[in-house]
């Protein structure tokens, strides 16, 4: 009874390892994510309020933007090993949006504010899979919002800085396994939390043919209070499971961007960005049952994470065809933080290669469209020395041995219009 008790209290300790590299959305704009998002050195449109600020400073006048990113990702597990039985995500489509406007004060100070959703989508499978005592539903949802200030110094350094203010709110749904009763039941976990940070940059022009920049956005410290909500179990079993309030603070990682821009022909741009992600920061989880008691007495539960920091690579180029047409195109690389061991079906994240374009078309003098493709093609993961368990249970030896596929499928439209 301890044993199953103890489970029932540590059930969420794992729900946030859905803050991995997968949900760290850096699509903000088609023309960035035509050009495998590496925008940190061009900047040149209002969504360098995410990708660089100081580049607000190459806008005149006041400038709008707005658009969605469609994400429809997929991913299959085959196991336990040595099963190759294959489970399936269900399919779902998420829709983030990126919203900013920029204003010029005068020739050198410019402001500006945007929304976006810097991290985001979610998992879903079947109720009855085997893996249903680790995930069955896992949604994230943040809305970051960004106010601006960038200064041109010269026409050779601009410097832009922010103050992000976070909103996010967070569903989890798992199976208990109610052994050695002979029955499961259900705990669903809703919370919001709050948080704020900043971002900075600097934009570097030495010569018409380059520009570099440097970005970085802090940590977000978002402090999840929430409700855990039994279900489904027989009600003489309701006491064993986890019910009323929670807490847990959450720390987003910092971002450092360096990007470069060369344009070696009037109608012709290469641009290339190393995006360094301080996924450090989330060594561990902490969470404070505020309605509930501990088998040992205590109110607080800590779970070890250790993530390690990673990479994303890019590069990307643009020919403008006509004066209302340019064609884009890009490749990344995104390394995941998610050691072997730690893997799990809330996140089944791998290291992936990404490869995009579109189009931008300027409908009129001042209104310009731009459509953007992106397809990511996950590595085959197999893990054969997991410490999950999937049986529900702590003192059962239930390794999450097996294999991972996924592939994620992008699409987004933007409007950007010029006062």
């Given at each position: 009874?301890?044993?199953?008790?103890?489970?029932?209290?540590?059930?969420?300790?794992?729900?946030?390892?859905?803050?991995?590299?997968?949900?760290?959305?850096?699509?903000?704009?088609?023309?960035?994510?035509?050009?495998?998002?590496?925008?940190?050195?061009?900047?040149?449109?209002?969504?360098?309020?995410?990708?660089?600020?100081?580049?607000?400073?190459?806008?005149?006048?006041?400038?709008?933007?707005?658009?969605?990113?469609?994400?429809?990702?997929?991913?299959?597990?085959?196991?336990?090993?040595?099963?190759?039985?294959?489970?399936?995500?269900?399919?779902?489509?998420?829709?983030?949006?990126?919203?900013?406007?920029?204003?010029?004060?005068?020739?050198?100070?410019?402001?500006?504010?945007?929304?976006?959703?810097?991290?985001?989508?979610?998992?879903?499978?079947?109720?009855?899979?085997?893996?249903?005592?680790?995930?069955?539903?896992?949604?994230?949802?943040?809305?970051?919002?960004?106010?601006?200030?960038?200064?041109?110094?010269?026409?050779?350094?601009?410097?832009?800085?922010?103050?992000?203010?976070?909103?996010?709110?967070?569903?989890?749904?798992?199976?208990?396994?109610?052994?050695?009763?002979?029955?499961?039941?259900?705990?669903?976990?809703?919370?919001?939390?709050?948080?704020?940070?900043?971002?900075?940059?600097?934009?570097?022009?030495?010569?018409?043919?380059?520009?570099?920049g440097l970005s970085y956005r802090s940590e977000v410290q978002i402090n999840f209070e929430g409700d855990a909500t039994p279900s489904n179990a027989p009600s003489q079993y309701d006491g064993l499971l986890p019910n009323g309030g929670i807490e847990a603070p959450f720390t987003t990682p910092a971002n450092i961007t360096l990007g470069v821009a060369?344009?070696?022909?009037?109608?012709?741009?290469?641009?290339?960005?190393?995006?360094?992600?301080?996924?450090?920061?989330?060594?561990?989880?902490?969470?404070?049952?505020?309605?509930?008691t501990l088998p040992d007495g205590s109110n607080t539960t800590t779970s070890v994470r250790n993530y390690n920091n990673s990479f994303l690579a890019r590069v990307g180029v643009e020919y403008n065809y006509s004066e209302s047409l340019a064609l884009r195109a890009g490749f990344l690389y995104d390394q995941n933080p998610v050691d072997d061991e730690?893997?799990?079906?809330?996140?089944?994240?791998?290291?992936?290669?990404?490869?995009?374009?579109?189009?931008?078309?300027?409908?009129?003098?001042?209104?310009?469209?731009?459509?953007?493709?992106?397809?990511?093609?996950?590595?085959?993961?197999?893990?054969?020395?997991?410490?999950?368990?999937?049986?529900?249970?702590?003192?059962?030896?239930?390794?999450?041995?097996?294999?991972?596929?996924?592939?994620?499928?992008?699409?987004?439209?933007?409007?950007?219009?010029?006062?």
């Amino acid at each position: 009874m301890k044993k199953l008790l103890t489970f029932a209290m540590v059930l969420f300790l794992y729900t946030t390892s859905i803050f991995a590299s997968g949900f760290q959305i850096n699509e903000h704009g088609s023309k960035a994510m035509a050009m495998g998002g590496a925008f940190a050195g061009l900047a040149n449109d209002p969504s360098a309020m995410y990708f660089n600020p100081a580049g607000i400073t190459q806008l005149t006048g006041t400038n709008f933007l707005g658009g969605v990113t469609l994400i429809s990702p997929s991913s299959t597990f085959r196991g336990p090993s040595p099963s190759i039985e294959e489970s399936e995500l269900e399919a779902q489509l998420f829709n983030p949006i990126h919203l900013s406007i920029t204003h010029q004060f005068n020739e050198k100070l410019h402001f500006g504010f945007s929304v976006g959703n810097n991290y985001g989508l979610g998992t879903k499978w079947e109720d009855d899979w085997f893996g249903r005592f680790m995930a069955v539903e896992t949604e994230i949802r943040t809305f970051f919002m960004n106010g601006v200030a960038s200064y041109k110094v010269s026409d050779v350094l601009s410097v832009g800085f922010g103050y992000v203010f976070a909103y996010g709110d967070v569903i989890i749904g798992r199976s208990v396994n109610l052994s050695p009763f002979n029955a499961e039941g259900y705990v669903n976990l809703e919370g919001t939390g709050t948080g704020s940070g900043f971002t900075a940059g600097v934009l570097l022009t030495p010569s018409d043919a380059i520009q570099i920049g440097l970005s970085y956005r802090s940590e977000v410290q978002i402090n999840f209070e929430g409700d855990a909500t039994p279900s489904n179990a027989p009600s003489q079993y309701d006491g064993l499971l986890p019910n009323g309030g929670i807490e847990a603070p959450f720390t987003t990682p910092a971002n450092i961007t360096l990007g470069v821009a060369v344009k070696p022909l009037k109608n012709l741009t290469f641009v290339a960005d190393y995006q360094y992600v301080g996924w450090e920061s989330y060594d561990k989880l902490e969470v404070k049952y505020t309605d509930y008691t501990l088998p040992d007495g205590s109110n607080t539960t800590t779970s070890v994470r250790n993530y390690n920091n990673s990479f994303l690579a890019r590069v990307g180029v643009e020919y403008n065809y006509s004066e209302s047409l340019a064609l884009r195109a890009g490749f990344l690389y995104d390394q995941n933080p998610v050691d072997d061991e730690r893997l799990d079906p809330t996140l089944p994240d791998a290291d992936r290669l990404g490869f995009s374009g579109g189009v931008g078309y300027n409908l009129t003098e001042n209104l310009v469209v731009d459509l953007a493709y992106l397809f990511l093609r996950f590595d085959e993961r197999t893990i054969t020395d997991s410490h999950e368990n999937y049986s529900g249970l702590d003192n059962s030896i239930a390794p999450l041995n097996g294999t991972y596929n996924s592939i994620a499928h992008l699409l987004s439209l933007t409007f950007a219009y010029k006062l």
